[in-house]
């Protein structure tokens, strides 16, 4: 007679997948993983601040041996704006912390977080969207946050801010985002995720002189997978002994 699982630690921070859903009706508990936080945090300050921060522009003048002075705004007179305050957003805002960086968080439900200046819910987005210099999407992708991203909300951007999405690709509307490239609402994108992946050779993305654009690989760095594997040893522990279970997955999530 086989076994049947009663548990799964998983890898992914999402639960889009179609898949989680139907394991969680047949009774099996999910854990999520918070292993790739620190590395997408990092994915995440590390563009900011290269596009905050004039490099291309220096690298420019070293070329042309032009010695002058090229202003930049610091880091610290910035306001910044996040969908979303899970693990990931959470190690974002902690490392943008000492960087003096004010830190607004859009999410369902009030918050309390010395590194967060104002949360707020979907109600908020419209009046807080024009103030923030960099706008971050790290909320879960479902029924309420597909097409997030629309006409409505880059027309509501502040000229020249910067976008970055480390969720999922169809939080934003695609020919809303264009068009709002076009208007610098906002000035610059980053993407980890597209709306469709891979992304097709074809599309208009790649050579968008205003988008950055990377595999869906945010979480890349050398640290998620022995992360992973402790979460999953302290988990399995938990499990055994009867215990709560560190980032489990709750029916209304999926």
Known sequence: KG????????????????????LMEKGLRLTKSDA???????????HAFSLLHPIAEQAAAQAAHDWRRIEFREIASTRWLMLGYGPIGQAIAARLAPFGARLDVIRRSPGCDPHVDRFGTDADLPAWLPGADVVVIACPLNDATRGLA???????MKPGAILINIARGEIVDDAALRAGLARQQPAMAVLDVLPVEPLPADSWHWDHPQIRMTAHCSNAGDGPPMRGALRFIDNLQRYLAGAPLINEAQRSEV
């Open 36 to 46: 790739q936080s620190p590395a997408i945090a990092e994915y995440v300050l590390a």
């Open 3 to 22: 076994t049947r699982g009663r548990w799964v630690q998983l890898f992914n921070a999402g639960l889009d997948n179609v898949a989680f859903r139907k």
């Open 150 to 156: 629309d006409a409505a909300f880059f027309a509501a």
